[in-house]
């Protein structure tokens, strides 16, 4: 049974680098799309993007040059970077499979934008 | 485009209620729609895929569909029950980006 968790630092200094993984077991990191989805206290859902193993990555727009996401099947592993970040970055953080729908989700893991 | 959901829908246990999701430019019907669960503190889970496919394991009291006419897309709950008190989210699909909606909670009286 395919299983996530995301793990990294739960608060991140204004203007810095959040940095989190999403660990993958239970299937092949190779075969599907990984997302990256984040949803701020009380509000709704919002795709930030997506990585494929082979290199392919699809980012919202909304983050221009902000996001960077890899996918590493030595470790199993998906990676978010989010640059520059703001209080308005202040969300929790799921990874999903990109399969038909988000069909499996990480936990999540809350991250606080603060000094 | 932007998917558009009610904020909040309610009705008694036992009922039916149905949820939309309309959408702002293009066809609804021009790419799937997806529909998630989210209870309160827990992550969302995949509740229709492909407009109106249930995932193993999701009851048939949900059910989904899109309508060309309204531009929108409809998850119906039928035989409410308490513990369908959560957030839907609708979802779709722009080429390669995903979007979803506001979200609407749904509040079992």
């Known amino acids: 049974q395919l299983q996530l968790q995301e793990s990294g630092p739960g608060l991140v200094r204004p203007s810095e680098t959040l940095s989190l993984t999403c660990g993958v077991s239970g299937d092949s990191i190779k075969d599907y799309y990984w997302a990256w989805i984040r949803q701020p206290a009380g509000k709704g859902l919002e795709w930030i993007g997506r990585?494929?193993?082979?290199?392919?990555?699809d980012y919202n727009p909304a983050f221009n040059s902000r996001v960077t996401m890899s996918v590493d099947a030595s470790r199993s592993q998906v990676s978010l970077e989010l640059k520059s970040v703001t209080a308005a970055d202040t969300a929790v953080y799921y990874c999903a499979r990109d399969d038909r729908g988000f069909d499996s989700w990480g936990q999540g893991t809350l991250v606080t934008v603060s000094s | 485009f932007v998917l558009t959901q009610p904020h909040s829908v309610s009705e008694s246990p036992g009922k039916t209620v149905t949820i939309s999701c309309t959408r702002s430019?293009?066809?609804?019907?021009?790419?799937?729609v997806m529909w998630y669960q989210q209870r309160p503190g827990r992550a969302p889970t995949l509740l229709i895929f492909e407009n109106n496919q249930r995932p193993s394991g999701v009851p048939d009291r949900f059910s989904a569909s899109v309508d060309s006419a309204s531009n929108s897309a409809s998850l119906t709950i039928s035989g409410l029950a308490p513990e369908d008190e959560a957030d839907y989210h609708c979802q779709s699909l722009d080429g390669p980006y995903r979007i979803f909606g506001g979200g609407t909670k749904l509040t079992v009286l």
């Open positions: 430019s293009g066809r609804i019907d021009s790419t799937y």
């Open positions: 990585a494929y193993f082979y290199g392919d990555a």
